[in-house]
């Protein structure tokens, strides 16, 4: 079984100050690791992923997120946030032939 | 512009009734999935399909049915709707070989 757990339902944020969107998982078996996006009224997109090799993966917009095996987390982070990156970001594990599981999301709110 | 389409985008429904919610994927992806999104539990699976031909159930796939007659579609159905089923559906699609999905826009559906 896998789970994931994002222990922040909401993280306010002034603009261009730093965030940090905790993640972490429990799988049995090697796993594949994803953030997504979902602005208002809008689909989920992914956002980065780890798959392999590289332990730190970015986005094209300024995220980052770091695979820690050993703490079995994978947080989301940006140096400076933006008024546009308000939105709600999803953590999702899979692991080998097993379904997505996604965290119950949390909402960024950055304040101008 | 390719991608996964939904409709309808909102309905309001009366228990009882029901309703069918489509989506359409023009990626030729093998995997096709059915999510609700609930406040505060993140993005359930419903039913998926990893082939045409095929169906399997989700984490809460009672009260729906899908089918998957051919690549493309993926219909969700709800023989008789009641208010619980209130939520937010997005419908996803995955490549053969790839964790990543792909979603909807969703549909916003109202059970009163």
């Known amino acids: 079984a896998q789970s994931v757990t994002q222990l922040d339902s909401q993280v306010p944020v002034f603009e261009e100050a730093p965030v940090e969107l905790r993640c972490n998982y429990s799988?049995?078996?090697?796993?594949?690791l994803f953030w997504y996006v979902q602005y208002p009224n809008q689909g989920l997109q992914l956002l980065l992923k780890?798959?392999?090799?590289?332990?730190l993966v970015e986005s094209i917009n300024g995220f980052e997120a770091e695979f820690n095996k050993s703490q079995t987390s994978f947080h989301l982070r940006k140096p400076s946030v933006h008024i546009s990156d308000t939105a709600e970001y999803f953590c999702?594990?899979?692991?080998?032939?097993?379904?997505?599981?996604f965290g119950t999301g949390t909402k960024l709110q950055v304040i101008p | 512009i390719a991608g996964i389409t939904q409709a309808p985008t909102s309905q309001i429904l009366a228990a009882g009734r029901r309703m069918t919610l489509r989506c359409t994927q023009d990626?030729?992806?093998?995997?096709m999935y059915w999510y609700r999104q609930d406040l505060g539990l993140g993005l359930r699976l419903i039913h998926y399909?990893?082939?045409?031909?095929?169906?399997g159930k989700g984490e809460v796939p009672d009260g729906y049915s899908v089918s998957r007659a051919n690549t493309d579609d993926f219909p969700l159905t709800l023989a008789s709707a009641v208010p619980s089923q209130t939520s937010v559906y997005f419908c996803?699609?995955?490549?053969?070989?790839?964790?990543?999905?792909?979603f909807g826009p969703g549909t916003r559906l109202t059970v009163l």
């Open positions: 996803a699609s995955s490549g053969q070989g790839s964790n990543e999905q792909f």
């Open positions: 799988s049995s078996v090697s796993v594949y």
């Open positions: 780890y798959l392999s090799g590289s332990t």
């Open positions: 999702a594990v899979s692991g080998g032939y097993q379904k997505v599981t």
């Open positions: 990626m030729r992806h093998n995997a």
């Open positions: 399909s990893n082939t045409a031909g095929t169906t």
